[in-house]
């Protein structure tokens, strides 16, 4: 015999976010996977991270990528940054390069972040590490933990003196223990992607 469920959409959204919220992933998956038709950015998003972290799923990068780049189509930037994200961890860095590319291009503070990030590597041309350092500090000046993290590791890389590598390591520590309580209470807060 099969149950039919009778839950609207709304409730099964409801249910899934708080089956996300105890940690029962396979209830959560299950129920985003019903909402699926819905192509709703949120419900794509969770799936996409789910399947990224194997949690409610067996891990499956490919399945992220697709759920992740189907949000990223509706407009979301977290989808956008989820599909950078695995597209990197898959390998695909040039993917992952226009991905992060065209989310700094639309002002996404966390895709400037990890775009500039790739543009500062020891491999890259003077005019891509400079670009690289502008997308950092447009990206710490609306408060990216990461951005100004990175900005003083390029610092600390230029200082001369143990006392100005002492000093900068100072401070990125200071900036790591104030970004705990912005982290905790809210993960995918652009301040802390």
Known sequence: ??????????????????????????????????????????????????CERGEGHRKDLEQAAAYYRQSAETGSQYGLLGLGDVSSDLGR???????????????????????????????RSPSERQQGVVLLQEAAAE???????????????????????????FQILRLVISGVPK???DPLAPEVM
Request: hydrophobic content about 40%; some cysteine.
């Open 1 to 50: 015999m099969t149950t039919t469920d009778t839950r609207t959409e709304s409730q099964i959204k409801d249910d899934a976010w708080a089956a996300m919220q105890r940690y029962d992933y396979e209830t959560a998956f299950r129920d985003f996977s019903a909402l699926l038709p819905s192509n709703e950015p949120d419900v794509l998003n969770a799936l996409g991270w789910m």
């Open 93 to 123: 860095e040039s993917e992952a390069r226009s991905v992060y590319e065209e989310g700094a291009v639309q002002g996404y503070t966390p895709a400037m972040c990890r775009y500039g990030r790739l543009l500062v590597g020891d491999d």
């Open 143 to 169: 408060g990216n933990i990461l951005a100004r993290r990175t900005l003083l590791g390029l610092e600390m890389k230029k200082s001369r003196s143990i006392i100005g590598k002492a000093w900068v390591g």
């Open 183 to 185: 982290f905790a209470r």
